[in-house]
């Protein structure tokens, strides 16, 4: 009866709900970071670990592809974490960029962007090859995933892949987003995220607005908008490419 | 009032997937091209515009910082939506490109921000 009640205040007020378990959530994380690794992990970043396991969990008992905001009780964290205000929340971080920085880096951020498109695309093409994938919209395709996951399907669906190589392009471009997420905060030392222009290089070659923007916030949350300004433009470009210079260019190796 | 801080990102918002989306026709593609990116443009820019002309009150700008500050809850509750069942199946393709493209990109990260000038670097303690 209780839990009737519960259930139908959680569902009935879905992205309120997700406001609770994202606090409570980042609460938690909170603690773990000062009590178990006395401040060295930052919170955000284990929160963002926790909301991947509990994807996980979510993935594995309702079986569909929206992890945790599959299940009915869940659903609002499907509206906050979705494109939408993850994009309007992006959009505001950009109140706090100063210009002059974001101007020095300019140019430096356009070529970590080819390079972010073009690398990737190598990386995931030679891949394909080395698994027997030898024509050339298959590895176009995978290809094209390991730029970021939205560019694997839209790359895809234009030249024609068959629906397994599309599951298997975005499975690589999610991988990636997660990795990037995960392994960030780690290597920020390696990768010299400090100021405003690395995060912009960062933004350009590590792509994936979701791998970028977290990986970001788990390390310096100034950094974010330098990043994220750069890095939104990479799902543009790479669908831009994918499809036509990149796929031509596999087409004309094969 | 704080709801002209938040409509004003909303207008620059949905200013700049406008411009994005018809940069993509422009380009004969279905996608949105850099429209976050265009907004975020839009809105540094209004933003010093209105600090010059002294018509942003701080009510109003918390109205966009509030979404600003509110970015990392919604990039967790992002993470709980990414479908880690079926990344975890993609198997050694799937994993082998990952890795080996967040790799080779980190390489090149690293490099290029070890080339950036001293005094910018300087400069942080500003």
Redesign the interface.
């Known amino acids: 009866m209780m839990w009737e009640i519960l259930e139908k205040a959680a569902k009935e007020n879905g992205l309120v709900t997700a406001f609770a378990v994202v606090g409570l959530v980042m609460l938690v994380s909170g603690v773990i970071s000062r009590k178990l690794t006395c401040g060295r992990v930052q919170g955000s970043a284990i929160a963002i670990l926790i909301g991947l396991a509990l994807a996980y969990v979510g993935g594995k008992i309702s079986g569909g592809s929206k992890g945790l905001a599959d299940l009915a009780l869940f659903s609002g964290v499907g509206l906050m974490g979705g494109n939408m205000l993850r994009d309007f929340a992006i959009v505001a971080t950009a109140f706090e960029v100063h210009a002059e920085e974001a101007k020095k880096a300019g140019w430096i951020g356009a070529i970590a962007l080819l390079l972010g498109t073009v690398l990737p695309f190598i990386v995931g093409v030679a891949v394909a090859w080395a698994f027997g994938y030898r024509d050339a919209v298959s590895m176009t395709t995978i290809g094209a995933g390991a730029i970021t996951y939205i560019v694997g399907p839209v790359t895809g669906g234009a030249i024609g892949a068959t629906s397994d190589v599309m599951a298997l392009s975005i499975a690589t471009g999610v991988i990636k987003a997660i990795l990037v997420m995960v392994s960030t905060p780690v290597a920020a030392k390696f990768l010299r995220l400090k100021t405003p222009r690395s995060a912009m290089v960062f933004g350009g070659l590590a792509g994936t607005v979701s791998g970028v923007s977290a990986g970001l916030a788990a390390t310096d949350r100034k950094l974010v908008p330098y990043g994220a300004l750069v890095a939104t433009f990479h799902t543009g470009l790479g669908c831009l490419m994918g499809p036509s210079v990149l796929f031509f260019i596999v087409r004309a190796l094969v | 009032m704080i709801i002209y801080g938040t409509a004003l ?2 207008v ?2 949905l200013l ?2 406008i411009i ?1 989306d018809l ?2 026709r422009a ?1 004969g ?9 265009i ?3 839009i ?3 209004v ?2 515009y209105l600090h010059k002309s002294g018509r942003l009150s701080a009510i109003s ?1 918390s109205g ?5 500050a ?33 790799v ?3 390489l ?3 490099f ?3 080339m ?1 000038p001293e005094t ?2 300087g400069e ?1 303690g500003k």
């Open positions: 990102l909303a620059c918002h700049g997937v994005g940069l993509g380009l593609m279905q996608t949105n091209v850099g429209g976050v990116g907004a975020m443009l809105l540094i820019f933003r010093i700008e966009v910082h509030y979404w600003g509110i970015y990392i809850p919604v990039v967790v509750a992002m993470a709980m939506q990414q479908n880690v069942v079926a990344a975890l199946k993609g198997g050694p393709v799937a994993l082998i490109a990952a890795v080996g493209s967040v080779l990109c980190g090149f990260v690293s290029i921000n070890r950036e910018e670097a942080d």
